[in-house]
T-cell receptor, first 114, second 113 residues
Framework: NAGVTQTPKFQVLKTGQSMTLQCAQD?????MYWYRQDPGMGLRLIYY???????DKGEVPNGYNVSRLNKREFSLRLESAAPSQTSVYFC?????????????FGDGTRLSIL | GDSVTQMEGPVTLSEEACLTI???????????LFWYVQYPGEGLQLLLK?????DKGSNKGFEATYRKETTSFHLEKGSVQVSDSAVYFC????????????FGAGTTVTVRA
């Protein structure tokens, strides 16, 4: 049972570099999410995709873009990385948005921007 | 706006001790409440949930009761094990059709043998 798979697990970037974080789920879920986790702040939603073909901004979208490539995959792109984007990034999915459907999380990508 | 406040950690306990992690919330309407657990090196997992006032969520020996009068959802376990060492997050979803989960800052719990 793979669930939600994120790649890479760790990455170090220099300021100004770009990179894409990959996320794939094998649970046939409709909705997918990207969060960042910072010490003392819990998780904050960056972007979400309610269903294939749609994406919307969350709480902290600045500096990021997303692509819902197909039902399984939802990628997060940093076009020009900044030290403030050093964080742990989590992808999550749920069967549908809202309701009492739990979100299933990947193991995270630890990203450091120097 | 909606917010969740958790007791600050870290919390260190001996095996078989009682654990309580306080969580209070601010929200309009009737939110659903959740506790998520994050084991070292892993993502978050749903531990338990409650969707209306006076509901009690329970799982793996943990319990939490949705108290609307005190806007609280405290997590409790009567006898912890080393394997309960993790970070615990309280979260709320405002309404049935709302996508957004608002998380507390997390409480790190370490259980010593």
């Amino acid at each position: 049972n793979a669930g939600v798979t994120q790649t890479p697990k760790f990455q170090v970037l220099k300021t100004g570099q770009s990179m894409t974080l990959q996320c794939a789920q094998d649970m046939n879920h409709n909705s997918m999410y990207w969060y960042r986790q910072d010490p003392g702040m819990g998780l904050r939603l960056i972007y979400y995709s309610a269903s294939e073909g749609t994406t919307d901004k969350g709480e902290v979208p600045n500096g990021y873009n997303v692509s819902r490539l197909n039902k399984r995959e939802f990628s997060l792109r940093l076009e020009s990385a900044a030290p403030s984007q050093t964080s742990v990034y989590f992808c999550a999915s749920s069967e549908v948005m809202g309701g009492n459907q739990p979100q299933h999380f990947g193991d995270g990508t630890r990203l450091s921007i120097l | 706006g909606d917010s969740v406040t958790q007791m600050e950690g870290p919390v260190t306990l001996s095996e078989e001790a009682c654990l309580t992690i306080n969580c209070t919330y601010t929200a309009t309407g009737y939110p659903s409440l959740f506790w998520y657990v994050q084991y070292p090196g892993e993502g978050l997992q749903l531990l338990l949930k409650a969707t209306k006032a006076d509901d009690k969520g329970s799982n793996k020996g943990f319990e939490a009761t949705y108290r609307k009068e005190t806007t609280s959802f405290h997590l409790e376990k009567g006898s912890v094990q080393v394997s309960d060492s993790a970070v615990y997050f309280c979260a709320l979803r405002r309404g049935h059709n709302d996508y957004k989960l608002s998380f507390g800052a997390g409480t790190t719990v370490t259980v010593r043998a």
